[in-house]
């Protein structure tokens, strides 16, 4: 399994990025996939995910409203859409996935180091 994650990059407080991460390997049609994040000095989150096995998604709550997960599955890839950011969602952004899960999305909320495959961090920072 590997996922590549792109499109992080600097931008000033209200503005928008959108975050890819292409996703091959999969040998399962149940999983979850999201985003996680990592400011310095903080633990990691979850911030959004998504679960094929019921087709929920998961939202902390900071960014409820703002963000949103969507994926292709044409192309293999999840997106996320990051709306009126501020300066505290600055951190690296993660892409990660388990899979042979038969779980709701909330899983993401509670298991962040239950997540099998890891994609190298991008970089997001919001900033004027």
Known sequence: VQLQASGGG?????GSLRLSCAASGFTSNYYIIGWFRQAPGQEREGVSCFS?????????DSVKGRFII??????????LQMNSLKVEDTAVYY???????????NFCAKNTYGMDYWGKGTQVTVSS
Request: glycine share 6%; net charge negative; proline share 3%.
């Open 95 to 105: 892409c990660a996935a388990r899979l042979d899960i038969f779980d709701s999305s």
């Open 10 to 14: 600097l931008v000033q407080p209200g």
């Open 52 to 60: 094929s096995s019921d087709g929920s998604t998961y939202y902390t």
């Open 70 to 79: 969507s994926t292709d599955n044409a192309k293999n890839t999840v997106y």
